[in-house]
T-cell receptor, first 110, second 115 residues
Framework: GNSVTQMEGPVTLSEEAFLTINCTYT??????LFWYVQYPGEGLQLLLK?????DKGSNKGFEATYRKETTSFHLEKGSVQVSDSAVYFC?????????FGSGTRLSIRP | EAEVAQSPRYKITEKSQAVAFWCDPI?????LYWYRQILGQGPELLVQ????????DSQLPKDRFSAERLKGVDSTLKIQPAELGDSAMYLC?????????????FGEGSRLTVL
């Protein structure tokens, strides 16, 4: 069946560091891929998405590229801020069903 | 800004009691989802509605869980009787488009603790 595997946390970085959170997926067909973010005390919200191979999703300085050959959708940011501290979820959508990874908690030190 | 409303935010109950959660999706959103999120894990789909019809409840423990969306607007998720393992965050989300390319809008969740 379809599944999403993402990097275990927690991840702790200093402000302005480079961030990568790995995500790989298993799916039949051609899923859409998403990153959702959950800030403390808030609901999940969409961060970025990509709907086909080689698409790059971007938002708030974050980027992720849909790599079909490696079945990956890694999240990157060049310079993180304290305000990026949150839990990040990789997700895929196939046949109108959305499956989430287990989440990666990110903490940024000032 | 339109939001998905959920209540209650927190619920503490004893095992074998009945609990109910309510969700009001964003106006006009035809698709409504209930997810369960156990601490440290990602959300797992319990049930998905398209208007008032269930389109996926394959992961809903139907011996104790039920969900309805009678008029295709707001929805209720019920657990009876609650068990210790039901302690989790229950998330409601809605979508106005095909979920393959669309965006899910989540509420803040209802945290259930079963004692």
């Amino acid at each position: 069946g379809n599944s999403v595997t993402q990097m275990e946390g927690p991840v702790t970085l200093s402000e302005e560091a480079f961030l990568t959170i790995n995500c790989t997926y298993t799916a039949t067909g051609y899923p859409s891929l998403f990153w959702y973010v959950q800030y403390p005390g808030e609901g999940l919200q969409l961060l970025l998405k990509a709907t086909k191979a080689d698409d790059k999703g971007s938002n708030k300085g974050f980027e992720a590229t849909y790599r079909k050959e490696t079945t990956s959708f890694h999240l990157e940011k060049g310079s993180v801020q304290v305000s990026d501290s949150a839990v990040y979820f990789c997700a895929l959508s196939s046949a109108s069903k959305i499956i989430f990874g287990s989440g990666t908690r990110l903490s940024i030190r000032p | 800004e339109a939001e998905v409303a959920q209540s209650p935010r927190y619920k503490i109950t004893e095992k074998s009691q009945a609990v109910a959660f309510w969700c009001d999706p964003i106006s006009g959103h035809a698709t409504l989802y209930w997810y369960r999120q156990i601490l440290g894990q990602g959300p797992e789909l319990l049930v998905q509605f398209q208007d008032e019809s269930v389109v996926d409840d394959s992961q809903l423990p139907k011996d104790r869980f039920s969900a309805e969306r009678l008029k295709g607007v707001d929805s209720t998720l019920k657990i009876q009787p609650a068990e210790l393992g039901d302690s989790a965050m229950y998330l409601c989300a809605s979508s106005g488009t095909d979920s393959n390319t669309g965006e899910l809008f989540f509420g803040e969740g209802s945290r259930l603790t079963v004692l």
